[in-house]
Nanobody, 115 residues
């Protein structure tokens, strides 16, 4: 199982970024895919998740209305569109794949929101 995140960058408050997570080594369409983040000095937290089948989504309250998670099963990729970014969104963002008790993580990508 391999998950490779990309798209992290330095962006000004109010800006946008799109993160991507390319998956390989497993049947992507059967896994729940999620984005987590870990701000400096804090614990890792769930940002958004998308189901394997129906494509239903769930978001942390702090990002609802600003972030959108999506997946392309043909490309084995999950995305996180982040709009109206705030300084408190600064964190390392991690991709997660989960099916039952099986879970895998990417290496993370840094998002910094600062003027």
């Amino acid at each position: 199982v391999q998950l490779v995140e990309s798209g992290g960058d330095l962006v000004q408050p109010g800006g946008s970024l799109r993160l991507s997570c390319a998956a390989s080594g497993f049947t992507f369409s059967r896994y729940v895919m999620s984005w987590y983040r870990q701000p400096p000095g804090k614990e890792r937290e769930l940002v958004a998740a998308i189901s394997s089948s129906s494509g239903s989504t769930d978001y942390a309250d702090s990002v609802k209305g600003r972030f959108t998670i999506s997946r392309d099963n043909a490309k084995n990729t999950v995305y996180l569109q982040m709009n109206s970014l705030k300084p408190e969104d600064t964190a390392v963002y991690y991709c997660n794949a989960r099916r039952g008790t099986i879970t895998s993580w990417g290496q993370g990508t840094q998002v910094t929101v600062s003027s």
